[in-house]
């Protein structure tokens, strides 16, 4: 049997990146907010320290972080005449499960600075000339190298 729940002014579906902006946005008004995520909760501490956030198996090739679609499928068609089949598999469309959705599925990568990534006022001048930069664009080197 269905539970009621007391009425709230902003029901926010799904606590990412977005809807985790909105509940801030929001958090400061009087009004009543409620925000429903699918899966468990998550914490920096367990979920995203060392050395486990960088298990390559557990998030790129078991998507740990993304929908079960064994458990729970998306349906998918290329237009309204075919029929929608079941995804079995996740290819490159990939919905988060849990607080924090999609924006935390980085797959344990820690990517490899290149030199260039720091420098990227200098390099820009340096290969293309002052010119290049409108006067609006606030380009900066990062302060380390």
């Known amino acids: 049997m269905a539970t009621k729940l007391n009425a709230v002014d902003v029901l926010i579906v799904g606590l990412g990146w977005t809807g985790g902006i909105i509940a801030k946005e929001l958090a400061s008004t009087k009004l009543k907010i409620v925000a429903l995520e699918r899966g468990g909760p998550r914490d920096t ?3 995203f320290i060392d050395p486990q956030i960088h298990d390559e198996l557990r998030y790129a090739a078991r998507h740990d972080l993304m929908q079960n ?3 729970e499928t998306i349906t998918f068609r290329n237009s309204g005449s075919q029929t929608a089949l079941p995804m079995r598999q ?8 849990g607080v924090g959705g999609a924006g935390v599925h980085w797959n ?5 600075w290149l ?3 720091h420098q990227a006022r200098t390099r820009t001048v ?4 002052e010119k290049i930069i409108p006067s609006d ?8 190298t």
């Open 137 to 144: 664009m606030h380009l900066q080197d990062w302060p380390i």
């Open 69 to 71: 679609v064994r458990r």
């Open 108 to 112: 344990g990568v820690t990517w490899r």
């Open 45 to 47: 501490n367990p979920d």
């Open 90 to 97: 996740l290819g490159s469309f990939l919905p988060g499960q």
């Open 115 to 117: 030199e260039w990534d």
């Open 126 to 129: 340096d290969k293309y000339g």
